[in-house]
Structures are given as C-alpha cells and as structure tokens.
C-alpha cells in the first residue's frame, strides 16, 4: 500500500474504449462478467487497492453502456471519464486521457493499464508504484517472462540492462522475436515527461497506429531513466481476449475466491465443484457441499450447510439452516431451516425461522 502523499500524487488511466471482436459479443469487453462482477471492476480494485484515489477511464465502444455500468458501481475512488473518438492505438487513448489528469503537483505520476487485466492484484500495483518512486524512472514498465510469447511486445534492453524500447510482435525480427520478456500494458509515467513524449510519436508501424509503447523510446532515447518490475506470476497480467481466456480467469477468481472463503472459516467440501460469485457473504462454520452455484448478492448466515446441488441467487440465508438440491432467486430463509430437496424459492418468497419444507416445496409470494 502506498501512503496518503503518493495517492494524491497518482492519477491512473484505465484504457477501455476497445470493441474486443474476438469476444464475438454485443456487450462492450470491459462489462463481461466474471463472478458475477465486470471484468473493469476488478482493475478498478487493483488500483484503489494500491492506493490510488483517482481514475480515468477511456472509453470508446458503446460508451455509454461503460459509462452507466461503472456509475452505478460502489466506488471508493474519484473516476472520470474521457471518450476516444476514433481508435488510432492506445499511444492517442492516453493522449486524450491527458484533459482529465491534474497537472499538480509537478511529481505527479500516471498508471496507464488496459481494462481487461482483472487477475491483477492490487499488491503487483503497489509494488510497481514502490520501484519507479524509489528509483526516480520517468517510467517504470511491468514486464512478464513467458516460456511462449507469442502474440505480446518484446521488451529490448541495452548493454547496461536498462530498457530500451519495447517491440510489438508484428514489427519484431527474428532476433527480438527470440525475447522472452514481455510487455504487460502496464506502466507507470512522470506525467511531467509523458505528454510531450506522446506527441513525439508516430504511427510508423504495421498496424498505422499510434503505440503507447513508443513513448519508453522517446524517454530512453532522450536519456530518461526507463525502469521496470518483472511480475512474479506471469498468469496474472493475461489480458482477456476471448471466451476462452474470459473462461480462464473466471476459473481463477472462482479458485482466489474460495481460497479466501476457506481462510475465513467457512468449510468448502470440494472447492473444484462450488461455484460462488465474489459477491456473496458467508459467515463462519458455513459447510459448502459440492454442486453449489452462488450467485450474486446472496448470504449465508453462520452455521449454515448448504448443497449439494442448490442454486441460489441473490438470496438470503439465516443462522443455522440446512439447504438441500433447491433453487432460489431473490429469496429469503429464516434461521434454523431446512429447506429441500427438490425445493424452488420463487423471487420474493420467504421461508420462515424454524420451518421444515419437505421436498418437492415451492415457496411463492404470499404463499
């Protein structure tokens, strides 16, 4: 965690105006959900995790989806947004970023990530914001070894070590294709150094656009410190693409979650078969049986048991129940139930404290 000094003194830009064709999707990429939450919430935990107080958000495709999804989120940090008309590269969304980034004070530093890096922990942050304060870079570059690089910016150092530039896959040789050190898209800027940078670039690439990725070449060339901070995990700078890296990190969150569920004191009989939202809330000595879906705003009270196979969703649970092969929507259940099998709690339904149902039960409004 950084302190109160370095949150006012960092602004971070969340790049998310791009259309993610491959998703083949009508819903924008940065509202695709993954455990119950957009995948941009999770970038936006990462970043006010580590401490930083203000956002902008570049959007672009279907803006205005973006924009309402995200204004109706609880956020604990001061968000802006900027729109990106045209998509000339990610060099022009940070340029046009720049209009709602404070210019005090003058050490200010800016965060630049792409919106689709939900398993980045807000602690690889704030390390990276620990290693460009410490060394005084004008940048500082989060980079990943990989065994297959295939498809990320090569990153090209000097004889001394230092960065140098970073080469994107397309325009690489043979020789810098060789490179295991990737480009992560996440970077941390002297705000004081990056606008003039951005405006020495030039969309003299194979893709005629213009490369934020050019910028570190700019400041090396100039004679500017270019740092970097190779993340541990190369797994959790995967960008999402796809439905299948959408898949991949969906299974990861799942993984992250129960970890922390099992920590707390609840007790997940098979966390490979439990599937539950980040979202929900249990409390201790829960017993999660497998074939279990949460989902949503549901909780659970202390000393529950639920499954197997139950399927609730936004649902309450008292103290003490017990939850058999049932599903619910939008439902409540008293303290000290059993509910099941074979039960349905319709939306708005209420099961009462003490009640036994019996299977084949279907809870109704009034019923």
């Known amino acids: 965690m950084v302190d109160h000094k370095d949150e006012v003194a960092i602004s971070a830009v969340i790049l998310a105006a791009g259309e993610g064709s491959r998703m083949r999707s009508e819903r924008p990429k940065p509202l695709?959900?993954?455990?119950?939450?957009?995948?941009?919430?999770?970038?936006m935990d990462a970043v006010g995790g580590a401490g930083v107080g203000h956002v902008v958000v570049v959007v672009g495709h279907k803006a205005d989806r973006v924009t309402k999804k995200l204004t109706e989120q609880e956020l604990d940090v001061k968000i802006d947004f900027v729109t990106q008309e045209v998509q000339r590269g990610t060099g022009d969304a940070v340029l046009v970023s720049l209009v709602a980034v404070?210019?005090?004070?003058?050490?200010?530093?800016?965060?630049?990530?792409?919106?689709?890096?939900?398993?980045?922990?807000?602690?690889?942050?704030?390390?990276?914001?620990?290693?460009?304060?410490?060394?005084?870079?004008?940048?500082?570059i989060l980079t990943a070894r990989m065994g297959d690089p295939t498809g990320y910016g090569r990153v090209i150092r000097n004889k001394t070590g230092t960065v140098a530039r970073v080469v994107e896959q397309r325009d690489a040789s043979d020789e810098e294709l060789a490179v295991d050190e990737v480009n992560t898209s996440i970077y941390l800027f002297r705000r004081s150094l990056l606008s003039p940078a951005l405006r020495r670039i030039e969309p003299d690439n194979a893709q005629g656009e213009y490369y934020l990725?050019?910028?570190?070449?700019?400041?090396?060339?100039a004679g500017h410190k270019v740092e970097?901070?190779?993340?541990?995990?190369?797994?959790?700078?995967?960008?999402?693409?796809?439905?299948?890296?959408?898949?991949?990190?969906?299974?990861?969150?799942?993984?992250?979650?129960?970890?922390?569920?099992?920590?707390?004191?609840?007790?997940?009989v098979d966390p490979t078969a439990a599937y539950i939202d980040t979202t929900v809330e249990m409390g201790s000595d829960v017993t999660v049986f497998p074939g279990v879906i949460l989902q949503g705003s549901t909780v659970i009270g202390a000393g529950s048991e639920i499954g197997p196979d139950v399927h609730l969703v936004d649902t309450r649970v008292g103290e003490g129940s017990v939850i058999r092969g049932t599903s619910g929507d939008r439902a409540e259940v008293g303290d000290r139930c059993h509910v099941?099998?074979?039960?349905?709690?319709?939306?708005g339904s209420k099961v009462p404290s003490d009640s036994r149902t019996g299977s084949f039960y279907t809870a109704q409004v009034g019923g």
């Open 340 to 347: 099941g099998p074979f039960a349905v709690l319709e939306p």
């Open 102 to 140: 404070p210019h005090e004070p003058d050490d200010r530093d800016v965060l630049v990530l792409p919106g689709d890096s939900p398993l980045l922990r807000a602690e690889t942050v704030s390390a990276l914001i620990a290693q460009h304060r410490s060394t005084g870079a004008a940048a500082t």
């Open 32 to 43: 695709h959900r993954l455990c119950g939450r957009p995948m941009l919430m999770y970038v």
């Open 228 to 268: 970097s901070l190779i993340v541990e995990d190369s797994e959790e700078v995967q960008g999402i693409n796809d439905r299948v890296q959408l898949a991949a990190a969906e299974a990861e969150l799942r993984s992250r979650t129960n970890d922390r569920l099992l920590r707390s004191g609840v007790t997940i």
């Open 213 to 221: 990725t050019d910028v570190i070449e700019v400041l090396a060339s």
